[in-house]
C-alpha cells in the first residue's frame, strides 16, 4: 500500500494499515537502509529479542574461563610463522582443540591466510583485545605479545597499567594511531620488522595494507611498526596514505 507522512508541528507520522497494526506492539524501530529506503520493524518482537540475544552473547562471549587461557597462551608461545592448523593441532591434547573450536566460533582465534601462508592453509591469530586479559603483570614468566591494537581509551589505560613493567623497560613501545586507536609492539618485533619494512618502502611507498600484504606481517603489527617509525621521523605517511622514506 502507499502510506502518507504526515507533519504535526515539528513530528512526523506514518499511518498503518490496521491488519499490519494489529500485529505489532507499540514500540516500532525505524531503520535507514540508503537515501528513500527505511524498514519499520517490532521492537519488542520475538525475533528481535533473540538477535539482541545474541549480540549480547557475543558480547559476553570474550570472557574467558582458565582453560581458555591455557590454550591462549600455548598458542601465542608458538612462532607466528609456525602456528598453522596442522602443526598446532598436533600438539594438542583433544581437550585443547575442543576449546580452540570454541575460540575460533567466539571469535577470539582466526586463521590469518596471508599471501606466505595460504600453502599452509593459514597460521592462528589471536584477537588483539584478547591479550590484556590472558596475560597479567602478576605472571612470573609473562610473555611478551609481538604487537596489540586496542580500540579503546579505556583498555588502553588497562594495558598499560598491566604492562607497565615491560614498557618502562622498554620491552614493549606504543603509540596512538590517527585513527584514535592504541598500538603496541614489543621492541624484539620493532627490531625485527621496522628494517625490512623502511628497504621495502624505500624502493616503493606503500599503504600498510600493501605491505602487510608483501611482507606477511599482520595488518595491526605493520602499522604499529609504521606509526613508531614515523614517530621517530624516519617515514611519513602521504594524502595517497602511502608510507614514503622521510
Known sequence: MISKKIKVKDRYFIEIPADIANQLSDELEIYSIKKGIAVITDYNSPKEKEDKNKITKI?????????????????????????????????????????????IQKGIVSIYKGKHYAEIGGVYNIK??????????????????????INDQYSAKKFSSEYE??????????????????????????????????????????????LSEKLSIPLGACTAVLLLLAEHGEVYQGIDKRFHIA
Open 59 to 103: 558480547r559476553k562471549s570474550n570472557k574467558l574461563t582458565a582453560e581458555e587461557i591455557d590454550v591462549l597462551k600455548k598458542i601465542g608461545k608458538i612462532k607466528f610463522k609456525e602456528r598453522s592448523p596442522k602443526h598446532v593441532n598436533k600438539i594438542m591434547t583433544n581437550k585443547e582443540k575442543e576449546i580452540l573450536l570454541s575460540l
Open 128 to 149: 588483539d583485545a584478547i591479550y590484556p586479559k590472558v596475560y597479567s603483570k602478576n605472571t612470573s614468566n609473562l610473555h611478551i605479545p609481538d604487537y596489540l591494537v
Open 165 to 210: 613493567h615491560l614498557i618502562k623497560r622498554g620491552k614493549l613501545i606504543g603509540i596512538r594511531g590517527f585513527d584514535r586507536k592504541y598500538y603496541a609492539v614489543s621492541k624484539t618485533f620493532f627490531d625485527k620488522y621496522s628494517g625490512k619494512i623502511i628497504s621495502t618502502i624505500r624502493k616503493s611507498p606503500m599503504t600498510p595494507e600493501q
